[in-house]
C-alpha cells in the first residue's frame, strides 16, 4: 500500500529565508508525487509533479522539489520565502499516469514571518 | 477556461438529514474524484470516477455515501442519515487523458456542517 508522510505539521520561516517542507513516501510502485498547495478556504492547487522523468522538479511560485529513491523522499524547496507562501502545503503519491487516487501526507502549515 | 465547481459551498444540516453535493468537472475530463477534508482525517479518498468503467469506490467510508456521475460530466455525492462524523470538506476534482491523467485539478470544496 502506498503512504505518504510529511515532517512537522508547522513550520514558520522569516521572509526572504530558505523554506524546507520534508515529505516520504512508500509505494511498491514506481510513483508519481505531487505537491500540491491550498490557501485558506481554496482548493488545492498543484505546485509541481515528479513523473520519473528528471528527480529535479520545477513548479510554479519558484518551488521545487526532488525525487530521492534511496531516501524514498520528495521534498519540497524554495530559496527565498515570500508572505504570500504562507498557506498549507500537501505531499501526495499515486500509481501513475492512468488516474486513480492521490493519497496524501497530512500536510504542513507554512507560516511567513516578516 | 472554468475550473471545477461544487455547490453548495457551504451546507448545515440536522443530524439524521441526508445531503447532496454537487460537483461540475473541468468540460472534456473523463475523470472525476471525490475527497474529503477533516481536522482529524486529513485528506481522504472517497471515489473515483473513469469514463464508462466501474468506479473505484474503495473509500467511502460507509453504506451511507453514495455518488453518480450522470453523462460522463455532472457528479453527486449523496450522504444519508447524515452524522456529526461526516462534518468536513468535501473536495471535487478532474483530470483529462490529455493532460496526463495524474494532474488533477480540484474545486473549492462543499463546508459540510451537520448539527
Known amino acids: 500500500a502506498q503512504s505518504v508522510t510529511q515532517l512537522g505539521s508547522h513550520v514558520s520561516v522569516s521572509e526572504g529565508a530558505l523554506v524546507l517542507l520534508r515529505c516520504n513516501y512508500s509505494?511498491?510502485?514506481?510513483?508519481?508525487l505531487f505537491w500540491y498547495v491550498q490557501y485558506p478556504n481554496q482548493g488545492l492547487q498543484l505546485l509541481l509533479k515528479?513523473?520519473?522523468?528528471?528527480?529535479l522538479v520545477k513548479g510554479i511560485n519558484g518551488f521545487e522539489a526532488e525525487f530521492k529513491k534511496s531516501e524514498t523522499s520528495f521534498h519540497l524547496t524554495k530559496p527565498s520565502a515570500h508572505m504570500s507562501d504562507a498557506a498549507e502545503y500537501f505531499c501526495?503519491?499515486?500509481?501513475?499516469?492512468?488516474?486513480?487516487?492521490?493519497?496524501f501526507g497530512q500536510g504542513t502549515e507554512l507560516s511567513v514571518k516578516p | 477556461g472554468a475550473g471545477v465547481s461544487q455547490s453548495p459551498s457551504n451546507k448545515v444540516t440536522e443530524k439524521g438529514k441526508d445531503v447532496e453535493l454537487r460537483c461540475d468537472p473541468i468540460?472534456?475530463?473523463?475523470?472525476l474524484y471525490w475527497y474529503r477534508q477533516s481536522l482529524g482525517q486529513g485528506l481522504e479518498f472517497l471515489i473515483y470516477?473513469?469514463?464508462?468503467?466501474?468506479?473505484?469506490k474503495s473509500g467511502l467510508p460507509s453504506d451511507r455515501f453514495s455518488a453518480e456521475r450522470t453523462g460522463g460530466s455532472v457528479s453527486t455525492l449523496t450522504i444519508q442519515r447524515t452524522q456529526q462524523e461526516d462534518s468536513a470538506v468535501y473536495l471535487c476534482?478532474?483530470?483529462?487523458?490529455?493532460?496526463?491523467?495524474?494532474?488533477?485539478?480540484f474545486g473549492p470544496g462543499t463546508r459540510l456542517t451537520v448539527t
Open positions: 501526495a503519491v499515486s500509481e501513475g499516469n492512468q488516474g486513480g487516487k492521490l493519497i
Open positions: 476534482a478532474s483530470s483529462s487523458y490529455n493532460r496526463g491523467f495524474d494532474e488533477q485539478y
Open positions: 470516477f473513469q469514463g464508462n468503467s466501474a468506479p473505484d
Open positions: 468540460s472534456g475530463h473523463t475523470a
Open positions: 509505494s511498491s510502485v514506481p510513483p508519481y
Open positions: 515528479y513523473t520519473s522523468a528528471a528527480t
